[in-house]
T-cell receptor, first 119, second 116 residues
Framework: EAQVTQNPRYLITVTGKKLTVTCSQNMNHEYMSWYRQDPGLGLRQIYYSMNVEVTDKGDVPEGYKVSRKEKRNFPLILESPSPNQTSLYFC??????????????????FGPGTRLTVT | AQKVTQAQTEISVVEKEDVTLDCVYETRDTTYYLFWYKQPPSGELVFLIRRNSFDEQNEISGRYSWNFQKSTSSFNFTITASQVVDSAVYFCALSEALTGANNLFFGTGTRLTVIP
């Protein structure tokens, strides 16, 4: 079954304790992305990756790191979490890289979400 | 800069009523894409539709229809004969060819409650 998986689904942690949220897709997609969802703000992009070893900042990258060593995986790293990073996080992937100006955008597949609470 | 506005924060309708969710966007790009996603109470994001800026045809899929009007920069979503299962948060989103066709900018969402 084609899917995007995230782990963990729920996480409660304390300020400053490094954590990683994993994201994996089994569709051989080139593009992957992380979003956070906050009440009243909708979803905002944190980081994205057009392909292996190619990552770039989205709208709200502060406090986050990512890596793309393999095509299927795109982990989100919080080196020193703070309470303002309490949020619902979504990973997404799509078929093409989106790099070429004229390329068409495709449907994005979203993971089930990770609810993170930082106390 | 790009922007998506969903002015309706919450809407309540009685079952079987029709309801329209508004979406207004801003972009300087001539090639862009518009999306609608549904987020039911279970929390996942469900893709509903994608439209590119060169295709202004309205679309109908069952009880769902979308009205894309470039003249007013709007991409409104109508649910006909609403059902309780339509209760969800609905997001409109925009991506631009110039800033990355896959980088979605979301509106703040409209929470739809369908009352039985």
């Amino acid at each position: 079954e084609a899917q995007v998986t995230q782990n963990p689904r729920y996480l409660i942690t304390v300020t400053g304790k490094k954590l990683t949220v994993t994201c994996s897709q089994n569709m051989n997609h080139e593009y992957m992305s992380w979003y956070r969802q906050d009440p009243g703000l909708g979803l905002r992009q944190i980081y994205y990756s057009m392909n292996v070893e190619v990552t770039d900042k989205g709208d709200v990258p502060e406090g986050y790191k990512v890596s793309r060593k393999e095509k299927r995986n795109f982990p989100l790293i919080l080196e020193s979490p703070s309470p303002n990073q309490t949020s619902l996080y979504f990973c997404a992937s799509t078929k093409n890289s989106g790099q070429q100006i004229t390329v068409s955008s495709y449907e994005q597949y979203f993971g089930p979400g990770t609810r993170l609470t930082v106390t | 800069a790009q922007k998506v506005t969903q002015a309706q924060t919450e809407i309540s309708v009685v079952e079987k009523e029709d309801v329209t969710l508004d979406c207004v966007y801003e972009t300087r790009d001539t090639t862009y894409y518009l999306f609608w996603y549904k987020q039911p109470p279970s929390g996942e994001l469900v893709f509903l539709i994608r439209r590119n800026s060169f295709d202004e045809q309205n679309e109908i899929s069952g009880r769902y229809s979308w009205n894309f009007q470039k003249s007013t920069s709007s991409f409104n979503f109508t649910i006909t004969a609403s059902q309780v299962v339509d209760s969800a948060v609905y997001f409109c989103a925009l991506s631009e060819a110039l800033t990355g066709a896959n980088n979605l900018f979301f509106g703040t969402g409209t929470r739809l409650t369908v009352i039985p």
